[in-house]
């Protein structure tokens, strides 16, 4: 048995382990859907024929994403979480290698690790934006570049005049726009002027449905009909295909939640800003080297290794769930000096 040694040296993606109590790790929405729409959900899957393949690229969920972004359905590509987005978008492009931002969504690096691409790691600046003229150098050798904003870990945003910029190499540029709905800004339009430009987006986080695994992709014309060829048919299920849809119908409930979130995290960088990042996400980075004080109080927060190994990341909860993470970092940043 011969294993490719790109294989052999990919290290499994790691989420973090709930350990129950409060999740404030992973960045999903802290609210399940409204009894009522559970209710009209249940109600519409009766009419799904389980025994027949869905429609090969999604084609009703796509028309409702188009005309909802004020697009064209072959504007828009869907599967099943933008992750797998991802994974397809590393097989377009001829290149060595791609470049990623680090710190960021370790995905990128991930897949095109897989693919059998070399990892051209631009790092973020000291104030985590990025470093244009180094990203321009590499990109010579560059197939793709991910660029995330709002940026996964750090929560903040990058420039559009940054983003054009790059976009003017003409190389591939995948924007993951994942946490999109709670910064306001998006760079979406950029794809009319830019035929190297994918805009990711997904339902896990503003949507609440990361149990359902939705994502899409959108891009010209152009590249939206490649993305469909390597994609395999029938890559997202019937049932996650009509429970996006009625989403849709129903995005009065996501405005709502996403402006609880966004209120709620103005409410923690306010009394914490002394040790927290400004943040255009449903999260906060914060410098304070903390997991394991968290974890004992039954607050699962996500940390990390390298150059973040001194900080944690809280995803903003419910009331009561922030209520007691307000209680336990006022604890901690009183007495931190004992821990």
């Known amino acids: 048995m011969k294993i490719r040694e790109e294989v052999k040296n990919i290290k ?7 350990r129950g109590g409060i999740k404030l790790n992973k960045n999903e929405s802290p609210f399940s859907l409204p009894k009522e729409l559970k209710n009209e959900i249940l109600a519409a899957l009766k009419d799904v024929s389980f025994n027949r393949y869905p429609e090969s690229t999604g084609a009703g969920l796509r028309e409702k994403l188009a005309a909802f972004h ?5 504007n828009v590509v869907v599967g099943s979480g933008s992750d797998q987005l991802i994974s397809y978008s590393v097989k377009l492009f001829s290149g ?3 470049i990623v931002t680090p710190p960021t969504f370790s995905m990128y690096r991930f897949y095109s690790e897989v693919s059998g691409l070399k990892v051209f790691p631009v790092p973020l600046n000291p104030e985590f934006d990025l470093q244009i003229e180094k990203i321009k150098s590499a990109i010579k050798d560059a197939a793709i570049v991910f660029l995330c904003s709002p940026n996964n870990p750090t929560g903040n945003t990058f420039k559009r005049d940054s983003i054009v910029e790059i976009l003017n190499t003409g190389t591939a540029v995948v924007l993951d726009e994942a946490y999109g709905e709670f910064s306001g800004v998006s760079h979406m339009d950029l794809i009319q002027d830019y035929e190297n430009l994918l805009v990711l987006r ?10 359902a695994r939705i994502g899409y992709a959108l891009g010209g014309k152009k590249i939206i009909d490649y993305l469909l060829r390597v994609k395999p ?12 849809e009625m989403m849709l119908e129903n995005y009065e409930i996501v405005q709502e939640r996403v402006e609880f979130i966004k209120s709620e995290r103005s409410r923690i960088y306010r009394r ?3 040790v927290c990042y400004p943040s255009q996400a449903n999260f906060l980075l914060m410098d304070i080297n903390a997991g394991d004080y968290f974890r004992e109080r039954g607050i699962s927060v996500r940390t990390f290794t390298g150059r973040l190994e001194d900080k944690i990341r809280i995803t903003i909860g419910t009331k009561k769930e922030n209520d007691l993470l307000i209680d336990s970092l006022k604890d901690y940043t009183e007495k931190r000096d004992d821990y």
């Open 12 to 18: 499994p993606y790691n989420p973090g382990k709930d």
């Open 70 to 74: 004020g697009l064209e359905k072959d």
């Open 96 to 98: 060595k290698g791609a």
């Open 202 to 211: 997904t339902f896990s986080k503003a949507f609440g449905l990361a149990g």
């Open 233 to 244: 048919p029938y890559n997202l299920n019937s049932i996650s295909l009509r429970i996006a």
């Open 272 to 274: 914490f800003e002394e």
